[in-house]
């Protein structure tokens, strides 16, 4: 079995690496700032997102409500809640800047693009994978900020005004705005889709590089030591993996499931976004005392690990099924 490593990943490395040689790049201003640059860059991203939106497919994934069910139950509640049961025990200020990007991690919707190609490979049901990674998207823009909204009013650092606002601007007016011109541009988005995947992916990163340098140049990882670190690759694992092991189980042991529709589940319910988890933390995060970079860390380490892992459980999947 053999395992590529995902270049994303090491693009993710390397924009970190630069933000802490040259974080100078992030304080420059005006019509060329990276603030402005990335704010287009996401609205495309999702302008592109509408383009290639298909109708058919998520009508067709439509009548497996019992999928539907588990996966975003997965997504927006069983996620959340296993941080959550860990809130009563902060005591100081950075143990509560590490529950908190743990717990704006499990808030987070799934990802898209990543859990239909696992799925894919592992030959699962694939009209409800990009049923439930599409839907996923649209219910974490209301679902993720009224989480996050919970404990970040307490501090009175969010504004659910604000942070709709430009979710809406940002998120659902170009996917709207993309779905109304798809007759016309559809196909060139299609037939261009993988130089659109790029610019999504840059765009990414320049906002991986913004957050961690501005995170730099406020000395936010001065006040954690190598322990932290340890204790994050730690918590992603383990989420993860307990994440996994229950969607395994509801779908094999209560519901169920045929091999198809388990494979769904697991690598649509147990993934998180990179791509709305950069855009959430720059609208949420970016007035508030929290560090960015902190906030940050956690969902590229589970990012990487989730595909790294996910690689593997589909390749295993794909084999078994060539098998049966």
């Known amino acids: 079995m053999k395992f590529k490593f995902d270049s994303f990943v090491v693009g993710l490395i390397?924009?970190?690496?630069?933000?802490?040689?040259?974080?100078?790049?992030?304080?420059?201003?005006?019509?060329?700032?990276?603030?402005?640059?990335?704010?287009?860059?996401?609205?495309?991203?999702?302008?592109?997102?509408?383009?290639?939106?298909?109708?058919?497919?998520?009508?067709?994934?439509?009548?497996?409500w019992k999928?539907?069910?588990?996966?975003?139950?997965?997504?927006?509640?069983?996620?959340?809640?296993?941080?959550?049961?860990?809130?009563?025990?902060?005591?100081?200020?950075?143990?509560?800047?590490?529950?908190?990007?743990?717990f704006f991690l499990a808030a987070l919707p799934s990802t898209v693009s990543s859990s239909v190609v696992m799925v894919s490979i592992a030959r699962g049901n694939m009209p409800a994978?990009?049923?439930?990674?599409?839907?996923?998207?649209?219910?974490?823009?209301?679902?993720?900020?009224?989480?996050?909204?919970?404990?970040?009013?307490?501090?009175?650092?969010?504004?659910?005004?604000?942070?709709?606002?430009?979710?809406?601007?940002?998120?659902?007016?170009?996917?709207?705005?993309?779905?109304?011109?798809?007759?016309?541009?559809?196909?060139?988005a299609h037939k261009y889709s993988v130089y659109l995947s790029k610019m999504d992916k840059l765009t990414i990163?320049?906002?991986?590089?913004?957050?961690?340098?501005?995170?730099?140049?406020?000395?936010?990882?001065?006040?954690?030591?190598?322990?932290?670190?340890?204790?994050?690759?730690?918590?992603?694992i383990v989420l993860f993996f307990v994440v996994y092991l229950i969607i395994w189980y509801w779908s094999r042991r209560i519901f169920r499931f045929s091999v198809a529709d388990e494979i769904t589940a697991i690598f649509c319910g147990s993934k998180k976004s990179l791509t709305h988890g950069s855009v959430f933390a720059k609208i949420i995060f970016g007035h508030t005392a929290t560090g960015f970079g902190l906030v940050f860390f956690p969902l590229m380490i589970f990012h990487a690990f989730q595909i790294l892992v996910a690689s593997v459980i589909a390749q295993r999947y794909a084999?078994?099924?060539n098998i049966d």
């Not at 969010?158 to 606002?165: E, K, N, R």
């Open 14 to 64: 390397i924009a970190i690496i630069i933000a802490y040689i040259y974080p100078d790049l992030a304080l420059v201003e005006g019509t060329f700032s990276l603030d402005h640059i990335t704010t287009i860059g996401v609205s495309l991203i999702f302008f592109f997102y509408g383009l290639k939106l298909s109708f058919g497919e998520i009508k067709t994934g439509l009548s497996n």
């Open 67 to 102: 999928l539907h069910v588990l996966v975003h139950t997965s997504t927006f509640i069983l996620f959340p809640l296993l941080v959550l049961i860990f809130y009563p025990f902060i005591k100081t200020e950075v143990q509560h800047d590490f529950w908190m990007s743990f």
């Open 129 to 188: 994978a990009i049923f439930n990674s599409s839907i996923s998207g649209i219910m974490g823009v209301l679902i993720t900020p009224m989480w996050m909204g919970l404990f970040l009013t307490i501090n009175n650092d969010f504004d659910f005004g604000h942070v709709y606002l430009s979710l809406f601007l940002e998120i659902i007016l170009p996917v709207v705005l993309g779905i109304c011109l798809q007759p016309i541009l559809g196909k060139w």
């Open 205 to 236: 990163l320049l906002i991986v590089y913004t957050s961690f340098a501005d995170s730099f140049l406020e000395h936010i990882f001065d006040a954690v030591n190598v322990w932290y670190f340890v204790a994050v690759f730690t918590g992603v």
């Open 319 to 321: 084999a078994r099924n």
